[in-house]
């Protein structure tokens, strides 16, 4: 395909997204974040038309084999330009994606989303297969190119601003945190509640349990503070142990490692993992909360520390900036209503997926 054929003046585009609905494929955990704010952008982006193929909804009636003679059906019925992938794991096989770049006619590009800690075990296996590959990990650019991948595209999660806004109003909350109990988190809220410090949390894990997207927006806007913190999960438990020997499909059904993966998962269970940007980091300034978050390399790079967030780097620090920021809510607040304007100005996923087009030599309308 000739790519210059996608330059001014912009036509219509045409998308396939192929990524999960569900979180961990589970409908019980609710939407997974790439279909709201990744297809949930698409949809709304002018010059965009988007099909969609939902591999975990057709994994339920349909086997692994079936479900990608599916996919290539799908290609072949909607004529897509792109081919937008999230892979999860080893559902959709290297074949069906080698022949979609090969033959379909359509550019194919993945979303590598863990590149920080799953490069060597699962990004690098499937990235040759692609035209164009995503990656928020800065280290991972010069390791695709090692590679042989030169299409590496370094973007980062965002914030939808097409998600909805939530209502603001007093606060209920002085300090929360949203997201899993892993890692050292637990830990963490425990010392500062040892410190008359008191966390509401709400994830996987904690004893409020999950929340709805829409319960997410409205604690982040009612809380005067939101805590986020960067480290992957490290802790040595069954589950770990487990996925040394087995791999966990968007189905929900589990299958043996090869020995070669046996032998990568030992070495990512006992690898330092990196700190990362997270998705929160965007979307708590985005819907309009204060971020107190962990330090994490880069993060300087899209917000001005002080200014338009609030970092810590050890738990000292922690316990003194919750107490300056709950006694100080002028600072707070100006701290807050700026990441908010740096968010919508600057880290839309609608922004990010226009600069991955151009990338890619795709153009649409603004």
């Known amino acids: 395909m000739n790519l210059s054929q996608h330059s001014s003046p912009p036509k219509e585009i045409r998308l396939l997204y192929i990524g999960m609905m569900y979180d961990y494929g589970d409908p019980n955990r609710g939407l997974c974040h790439e279909y709201v704010n990744f297809l949930g ?29 599916l996919l290539i059906e799908a290609v072949k019925e909607k004529k897509p330009d792109i081919c937008f992938f999230v892979l999860f794991t080893d559902e959709i096989l290297k074949e069906t994606i080698r022949w979609v770049t090969e033959k379909s006619g359509a550019i194919t590009v993945n979303w590598f989303t863990d590149d920080h800690w799953r490069f060597d075990l699962y990004s690098k296996l499937y990235a040759p297969v692609f035209h164009w ?48 109990a892993h890692s050292t988190r637990r830990d963490i809220v425990r010392n500062l509640q040892q410190k008359n410090i008191s966390v509401e949390c709400w994830g996987n894990g904690w004893e409020n349990g999950r929340l709805a997207g829409d319960e997410m927006k409205q604690k982040i806007v009612l809380s005067k503070i939101n805590l986020n913190f960067t480290a992957s999960t490290n802790s040595v438990t069954l589950k770990r142990l487990a ?52 330090f994490v390399d880069g993060i300087d790079q899209y917000y001005i520390p002080d200014k338009e967030i609030v970092l810590f780097r050890n738990f000292d620090e922690l316990v003194g900036k919750i107490s300056f920021y709950l006694n100080h809510e002028e600072e707070r607040e100006s701290i807050r209503l700026a990441g908010q304007r740096r968010t919508l100005n600057d880290h839309t996923y609608e922004k990010r997926f226009r600069q991955i087009l151009a990338a890619m030599s795709f153009q649409s309308s603004h």
């Open 41 to 69: 952008t698409f949809e709304k982006m002018e010059s965009i038309h988007v099909d969609s193929f939902f591999f975990d909804e057709v994994l339920v009636k349909q086997d692994r084999t079936s479900m990608n003679d």
């Open 133 to 180: 590959i995503v990656t928020t990990d800065h280290e991972s650019v010069e390791k695709y190119k090692r590679i042989g991948c030169t299409n590496v595209i370094l973007s980062q999660w965002g914030f939808n601003q097409f998600s909805g806004s939530p209502q603001s109003g007093n606060y209920l909350h002085e300090i929360s945190f949203i997201g899993q």
């Open 243 to 294: 996925k040394i020997f087995l791999h966990r499909r968007s189905d929900s059904t589990f299958h043996l490692n090869t020995p070669f993966e046996l032998v990568r998962e030992v070495k990512t269970l006992y690898h330092h993992q990196r700190p990362q940007i997270k998705g929160r980091n965007f979307e708590i300034p985005g819907h309009g909360g204060f971020l107190l978050t962990e």
